[in-house]
């Protein structure tokens, strides 16, 4: 049964057990951002780590780079973003909510908030402008990125020229983008400043459409293997209208938030279009050479683009459960911000406790785990449950005598005895 307070739940756990916290919140909060708190910066860091072991360095045929946010202003000019980047907007005359004239339903000509009249509707950039040096006027101008991938357009030739990578082969870049968002997101779904992790697959043209059906299963596949609900999920082709001043197909990769499908990912065919508007716009030749045949030619582009924060929330909506009298959050261990916690029975009995600080101490060296020695047992788990650590220690008297520790799952909540000596072991087994 799909529970349909799942969203407010998510929140209030995210705010009370430091996952997300509102932007600027002292000030009466900034809408549309968020800051990450001690554990949620360590679910996006496992995402991206996650997501860069999987597509480069488990993988010959992709490299990575990391291109600055501010670029040269005419990168904008050349993808076409300053004059096709755009989104059309409308605003009620009496609530003044503005909205995105492609996120109301089809046919709908009032405000969904008041039922106002709506204005006709505007067309907008949304990105942000900012200005390099002291003054402020127009031949200062420069964007923030609102999307990382031109940066790896602009540095094809350099990582062509270092690498010598031979067709099909990728460019990836994590990093921050920024969208002067005008309608108001569910939570972190849509937010003025973001993450993305993309990746340029450049390639032969008549090959893209086999790349691009690749794509989408190892997009898919590695939502799943993140613990993202496959049966969530489903993708969804752009049609002709929706598509994007640079694209030729497009498809999304949608997940189910509460009962509507909405964007997760989008794998987009660029075809030539990025690096010829580049080399046209900088004199520079960015054709790639055949090694074998000598032929110069632009490279087509199948571009899958992936949304760190609306992985991560569609990760605590796949993993979130209420069991009797717990909550706990499956995350996969892989991911979750503890790999475990370490407890000693009683924290007003010295010899535990010192045998526990030397145990958590000795796995704080290869993990990130949690020392908690507040009030019972019981409450300490469920306490762990809730931000989803996969398992718990515990020292016990029977430890001072044989050096063993309970250890508890937290799917199964069933406990064993192992050596101590067996932890570290017993722990990356599971977690690799
Ligand atoms: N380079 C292609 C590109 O930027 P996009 O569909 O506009 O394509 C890619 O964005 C992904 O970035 C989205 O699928 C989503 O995961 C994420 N994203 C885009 N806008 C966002 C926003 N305002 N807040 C959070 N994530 C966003």
Redesign the pocket.
Same mark, same amino acid.
């Given at each position: 049964m799909r529970d349909n307070n799942l969203l407010t739940k998510i929140v209030s756990l995210c705010k009370r057990r430091g996952f997300v916290f509102p932007g600027s919140e002292i000030y009466g909060g900034l809408a549309?951002t968020f800051d990450y708190g001690p554990l949620g910066v360590e679910l996006l860091r496992n995402i991206k780590n996650h997501w860069w072991r999987t597509f480069v360095h488990q993988r010959e045929d992709i490299l990575g780079i990391d291109g600055g946010i501010l670029l040269n202003r005419r990168v904008w000019e050349a993808s076409g973003h300053t004059t096709g980047f755009i989104d059309v907007l409308v605003e009620c005359k009496s609530c003044h909510k503005r909205f995105r004239a492609d996120h109301l339903p089809k046919g709908i000509n009032k405000c969904p908030e008041c039922g106002g009249e709506l204005t006709e509707p505007r067309k907008f950039n949304p990105m942000f402008k900012t200005f390099i040096g002291p003054v402020e006027e127009e031949a200062a101008v420069i964007y923030l990125r609102? &999307?990382?991938?031109q940066a790896i357009f602009v540095n094809f030739q350099n990582v062509v020229n270092t690498f010598r990578p031979k067709l099909p082969f990728g460019i990836a870049q994590i990093g921050k983008?920024f $969208?002067n968002?005008i309608t108001l997101?569910k939570f972190? %779904? $849509? !937010?003025? &400043? %973001? &993450?993305?992790m993309?990746i340029e697959y450049f390639i032969q043209e008549k090959e893209w459409e086999k790349y691009f059906e690749e794509w989408k299963q190892l997009m898919e596949n590695w939502a799943v293997s993140l613990g993202v609900k496959r049966e969530w999920l489903r993708w969804r082709a752009h049609t002709k209208d929706e598509l994007?001043h640079y694209s030729k197909r !497009?498809e999304?990769?949608e997940f189910e938030f509460e009962g509507e499908f909405k964007?997760?990912?989008?794998l987009?065919y660029r075809t030539d279009f990025d690096l010829r508007n580049h080399s046209e716009h900088s004199g520079k030749d960015l054709r790639y050479q055949d090694p074998k045949t000598g032929e110069k030619f632009f490279p087509h582009v199948v &571009?899958p683009? %992936?949304?760190?924060? $609306?992985?991560f929330l569609a990760i605590l909506f796949s993993a979130y459960r209420e069991e009797d009298k717990r909550v706990v959050l499956r995350l996969k261990p892989q991911i979750a911000p503890y790999k475990a916690a370490v407890f000693p029975l009683l924290a007003n009995k010295k010899e535990l406790v010192e045998k526990a600080r030397r145990i958590y101490l000795s796995l704080k060296e290869e993990f990130n785990v949690a020392w908690d020695d507040r009030g019972n047992i019981g409450k300490r788990y469920f306490a762990q449950d809730e931000i989803g650590t996969p398992w718990c220690i515990t020292v016990d008297f029977q430890t001072l005598k044989d050096n063993t520790v309970t250890i508890r799952d937290r799917d199964t909540t069933k406990q064993e005895r192992i050596g101590v000596g067996k932890i570290k072991e017993y722990l990356k087994k599971r977690i690799s």
């Open positions: 549309n609102p &999307e990382t991938a983008a $969208r968002e997101g972190i %779904f $849509r !937010t003025l &400043e %973001f &993450e993305q993309e994007a !497009t999304d990769l964007e997760l990912y989008g987009a &571009e683009s %992936f949304g760190v924060n $609306r992985t």
